[in-house]
């Protein structure tokens, strides 16, 4: 019998896996839309997640989703979307809301790279917010959740668009400043939530949630689009120092190169979490981090055009790439109203089994 190496901060069950689905799946089979109310409306924001918490249930409650169908819950974020807006709205970008697709965020084209901090916090939309959670901890006398706080270089380039690129250049001092003062903003925000909520980035990653302590998370999608190098002048340090400060700690990667930037993961001392975009080297990864908790994400894409037989010899080929199912998981964000039940269920389905395969190659 194999014993597998464990993190004692990852508390969590052996192969956790959940799914986030797109607002057009919610759209279509619950008619659930996703105006500004969804969001900042206390009454609305508790009757919408309890029907999410249905609907899961209704589908995929035998494999343990929907739990809380039956509890009017004060959420003060989208724990059940992928949608990452309000930090940049905060620093003043426009955010167009649609009926079927998570807000979208206008790049605000700054000239500048400077940023006040303090404006962030009074601005209109977390005022808006922070009437929410007074509304609701009024009714309920609690607040519950997170909401998604993004990623440093995901909020820069918000603010410049591809300028941001060329600041690295032309003006890397600024760009440092620039950069710092984000983080500052975005761990000033989710530490903020976290103490009232006791919770900071399920709305980053559903997957999250079966860990016992709280995931400080950030979001790491942009980091795709620049080398290994400006990663570690630009960005690294505050990885480091976030870890340092923040356990558990881990980085949400969604794009497919995550392995390329593994010398600079290896730096950071208290790596406990890692989200493993589509394509990633799951096995390279697993080599180099073994007390890394990787979460394996699926291709929402792929799901549409992989049968069920295929997905299953995918979760299965990843799950054996990464070698130890007690810092495993697995999970799919983004699925559209164009991927079948059926396809999802095959997730959970092959997960489960897994575990049942796990326990008998564990008993004496």
Avoid at 213 to 238: A, G, N, R, W
């Amino acid at each position: 019998m194999k014993s597998h190496d464990r993190n004692p901060l990852i508390q969590a069950p052996p192969l956790p896996a959940d799914v986030v689905l797109h607002p057009s799946w919610w759209f279509v089979n619950e008619g659930i839309t996703f105006d500004e109310d969804f969001f900042y409306h206390p009454k609305k924001r508790v009757e919408c997640e309890q029907q999410m918490e249905r609907a899961l249930f209704e589908r995929w409650g035998k494999y343990g989703l929907g739990s809380d169908r039956d509890r009017r819950i004060p959420l003060i974020g989208a724990v059940h979307l992928a949608a990452g807006f309000m930090i940049s709205e905060m620093l003043g970008c426009k955010v167009q809301y649609r009926q079927d697709a998570a807000p979208e965020v206008l790049c605000a084209q700054r000239e500048s790279l400077e940023l006040d901090i303090g404006e962030a916090f009074e601005s209109g939309v977390f005022k808006k917010f922070d009437a929410l959670r007074e509304a609701l901890k009024a009714e309920f006398g609690y607040i519950k959740g997170d909401v998604n706080w993004a990623g440093v270089l995901n909020v820069a380039m918000d603010l410049r668009g591809e300028r941001i690129f060329l600041d690295m250049f032309e003006s890397p001092d600024e760009v440092k400043g620039l950069f710092s003062k984000i983080a500052a903003l975005l761990e000033k925000f989710v530490v903020g939530i976290q103490k009232e909520t006791g919770s900071s980035s399920i709305s980053v990653n559903r997957n999250v949630r079966h860990i016992a302590k709280p995931v400080f998370l950030p979001s790491q999608c942009s980091h795709t689009m620049i080398s290994t190098e400006h990663y570690e002048q630009f960005l690294l340090d505050h990885d480091l120092q976030w870890s340092g400060r923040h356990r558990p700690y881990g980085i949400h990667y969604c794009g497919p190169d995550v392995h390329r930037h593994i010398g600079a993961l290896l730096k950071i001392p208290h790596l406990d979490f890692l989200d493993v975009g589509w394509g990633g080297n799951v096995g390279e990864l697993r080599t180099n981090l073994p007390a890394t908790f990787l979460n394996i994400r699926l291709s929402p894409v792929e799901l549409i055009r992989r049968s069920c037989e295929e997905i299953e010899e995918a979760i299965r080929a990843l799950v054996r790439d990464s070698g130890n199912p007690l810092l495993t998981g697995v999970c799919c964000i983004n699925i559209d109203h164009q991927v079948s039940e059926e396809k999802i269920t095959t997730i959970f389905a092959t997960v489960r089994e897994l575990r049942k395969e796990l326990q008998s190659a564990h008993r004496p």
